[in-house]
């Protein structure tokens, strides 16, 4: 996270600061209907993809039943990566790829085309690719979703510039948010990563769209879009969500463990964002021109790689679940590891429409759980809170925001006991990822994608 210490810089702040509380005294019902539509709409883009992806796959696993997986994985593979690849490339080019880099180059003053169009590519086309076996997650679609999102509920206020980054930031914690319900998480998100600034009237858009995304989410699910979510019951009212409830031993020994944890996820991490930029650049170098070919045939390697791997890994949500509830021995979480680390890679050279967020979570906790492991085997000692750590850390090296990296693992138990524990591994791992490359690995493919689309665009 950055500092402005520029006079330039300081000076532009500051008028940003007074366009904006003049526009909340002239127009404040208007901004107010803008921050409460950005977060419904970011909620129901949000929910409307994990709905949709959680159909696809469910089908998917049922013609696994009927058919073997030879022949199932490898084609619906082949056959979602060109209906996604066409949807993009035909309709919006700008959809492509986590979305989270496409956010982040807008609010840098980069010229990323914006939009509900935009959006919609991205809802649909997301939704066949990660259903169809592309092992991404929907985080990163979801911050482009409520950053597009946003930036129309903007155009039609015909807000000034400096509110139009505010709220497309905000949008795209909104998505966080309700992907993760993890309104805190969305919130840090917005300010460590997306806008770099703690201005009290930014901290307060901010924290209003990404808590009210939360607030819609859950209810939206608690209605009918995902009952199994637990966000909220019509009769009970608002739920405290736990996807895993691990039980928390705190020692003054583990801080030691920790560190050495996060010591090893930081330089893991920084080798997983130097091989998926490195996919990146092979992607484009090999079939650059023909995007929609890309993806077909990752999707056709993809499918391929994971029909003659255990029944375990061809459905990564599952593994996820498996992975945090600790009910894999090494040698699995080992596999796990090495399993994502190289598809993740297939899966992003295509420019898939997919987030990196949710297999850096299932990567770290499997080396949390591989090391947590290797503790007990040579101490005796049983580290509780490795896993999650784990989670923290590998998300924390990658993207350079430890504190959103400790409480979007947070938001999988809801535990406060375990938070110490994740910022330790957090602050460890970003820390040695820093030494290696100041940039995350998000600011890289912005960098890489705009020099890829100039090289592109020129001709020999």
Known sequence: MSVTTNP???????????????????????????????????AITGVLFKAGVHVIEDWRLSMLKELPAWFVLPAIGAIGGLISGTLIFKLAPSASGSGVSHIMAYLRHKNVPMGLRVGLVKLVAGIVAIGSGFPLGPEGPSVQMGGSVAWKMAQWLKAPVSFRRVIVAAGGGAGIAAIFSAPLGGFIYAIEELLNSARPVVLLLVVVTTFWADTWAD????????????????????QVERTFTPIVRFLPIDLGYLMALGLIIGVLAEL????????????????????????????????????FLPKTFQHVGELQYLIGKGDANISMALGTFTVLFITTGLAAASGAPGGLFFPMLTLGGAIGLACGGWVEALTGHIPTTYIFAGMGAFVAGCSRTPITAMFLAFALTKELLILKPILVACITSFLVARIFHEKSIYERQINLEFSEATSISTPP
């Open 219 to 238: 209810v939206l699910q608690g209605l009918g879009l995902d009952p199994k979510a637990g966000g909220f019951d019509s009769t009970l009212g608002f």
């Open 272 to 307: 997983y964002c130097r091989y998926i930029l490195l996919m990146q650049r092979k992607g484009t170098l090999w079939l650059g021109k023909q995007p929609i070919l890309r993806m077909g045939m990752s999707g056709f390697i993809l499918g391929s790689i994971y029909a």
């Open 8 to 42: 330039k810089e300081t000076s532009q702040q500051i008028g940003s600061n007074r366009s904006i509380r003049r526009l909340l005294r002239q127009r404040w019902l208007v901004v107010v209907l803008t921050l409460i539509l950005t977060g419904l709409g970011a």
